[in-house]
């Protein structure tokens, strides 16, 4: 018989909610507006009941959250959202409420670790255990495996606030992270590209010299991330990457400053498959939700 | 009945050899320069071989190796030196010389993840399942843990080759590393403080404002790897940390840099047990060969 999972996408603006054993076997799904906590997790519990009743019972379901979330199995406030400005949702208890809605076993990791996972179990990263997965959009995130863990030490990843070098001469814009200005996130995002020219990055034709600063922050943080822990490949999703011309000025300029140091043919020839897009498409989220539960009863 | 193990702390200058249970039962110990490969792994074998006749058989030995080296184990060359510029050194199987020699399993790893594992298994790393080591010296390497795994994807972490923010005005100096001029390793490694002061940095007195420099390019780099991968600690040896003096400038930049993005007590008040210099001292690298024997049969 067939395990089916639940799986919920859980962003700042909807959820998407899903039942599935695969991405080829998706039941039922539904989205829906977020709004205060405890109608929003109402609003998934109920669907995770008619999706029994219809379907048969659920092994467990996970949850790609927003964050900042407290993800360390120990801690009072494991499973909970932590600081977010969001009105009612600071300090929320989601699995909690959630599992008191449903009594299924409840995984729980960030948004972008979630579509990591669905990325290694259907997509991109199918076979590997070190890779990183990459959102380049509203912001910049990154999450992924390490022989086959999660990062979740202290708290978890904020790629997209490493520091890089930034030439003021090339490009005077002082970046528009509120917490570090010229980080990644700052230099790189889709609000940072439509700042600085002030044109959405949608709009942006590809030959505008933006794409060529674009992919020179971006090159510089995954030559930053390479370096750091040594992945067998990364996946660059997110708005901003379905510029797909970004992919062969960030995989050359990758090169270009790695120059020769990591001896190895993936990187040195086999960059197109070193660098992709992410291939489970517009059920990436709530996929990556899957792999959690998947994940959670592992 | 104590289980011994073997260990190589295998430098490019000379070999150190040990044969103990834990730092408190160190049973013997050799050191000697590394010459030919034949000769250097057959003194290492002798050694082994008398520890054994005085002490009974050994149930591992651990390899902490200079590099590059080859950690895939699915690879025809696992268990080499590789691409290293040391004469007769390059593409030199010394897993396999060793195993040839004393039958026996053999662990293996870089200098510095050999290093981490020690601090993991009797030092400043005690009880973490996600920490960096970063030694500051002639070269910058770093290794570690995420969940109790080893950073082996596509080779290793070259964590001294991370890229920074350079601000040129304040420091002119365009960085000595020959591949990437002024990554981390090009601005902070001993020989980088040597050449743009012109005297040796164990020379430069406290006050000297090379420190503040120092540890600016310190702080960015440790900020990028407490994004990119969250560790619980992050642990500083090498000879270029023991001018302690250092360890309270680098802590505060690395408060001043994160700005309180990352909320965690951890940074936000114990930082000066989150960032510590190592502690087990003058045996750190054989005790790390040590604890990869160990882990070899785990």
């Known amino acids: 018989m067939t395990t089916l999972f639940g799986g919920i996408e859980a962003g700042g603006t909807k959820f998407v909610c899903a039942v599935a054993s695969s991405p080829q076997d998706i039941r039922l799904r539904e989205e829906f507006s977020t709004t205060t906590p405890a109608e929003t997790v109402d609003q998934a519990v109920n669907f995770f009941r008619r999706a029994q009743q219809a379907h048969g019972s659920l092994a467990g379901v996970g949850i790609a959250s927003f964050g900042p979330i407290d993800l ?5 406030t494991y499973g909970y959202i932590t600081t977010t400005p969001k009105p009612g949702w600071a300090n929320f208890d989601i699995v909690g409420a959630l599992r008191r809605g449903i009594a299924v076993p409840v995984g729980f990791d960030t948004d972008v670790n979630g579509a990591a996972l669905g990325e290694w179990r259907w997509g991109a990263a199918q076979g590997l255990n070190t890779f990183i997965y990459l959102t380049i959009g509203t912001g910049i995130g990154g999450g992924g495996l390490v022989d086959g863990r999660r990062m979740h030490g202290l708290v978890h990843p904020e790629m ?17 992270c509120p917490y570090h200005g010229d980080c990644l996130e700052g230099m790189a995002s889709g609000p940072a590209i439509e700042k600085r020219w002030g044109q959405r990055a949608s709009s942006l034709p590809a030959g505008h010299p933006a794409w060529a600063i674009e992919a020179e922050y971006l090159a510089f ?9 040594s992945p067998q490949r990364l996946i660059l999703g997110g708005g901003v990457m ?6 062969p000025l960030v995989r050359r300029r990758v090169q270009e400053l790695l120059n020769a140091y990591v001896q190895d043919a993936h990187i040195l020839e086999q960059i197109d498959e070193y660098i992709v897009p992410p291939t489970l498409g517009a059920q990436a989220g709530v996929l990556g939700a899957i792999a959690l539960a998947e994940q959670a009863i592992a």
């Open 242 to 247: 379905k510029q797909a011309h970004l992919f």
């Open 72 to 76: 360390r199995p120990a801690s009072p």
């Open 160 to 176: 997209g606030h490493v520091r890089l070098p930034h030439n003021w001469q090339a490009d005077p814009f002082p970046g528009n």
């Open 221 to 229: 943080g995954l030559v930053n991330f390479i370096c750091t822990l």
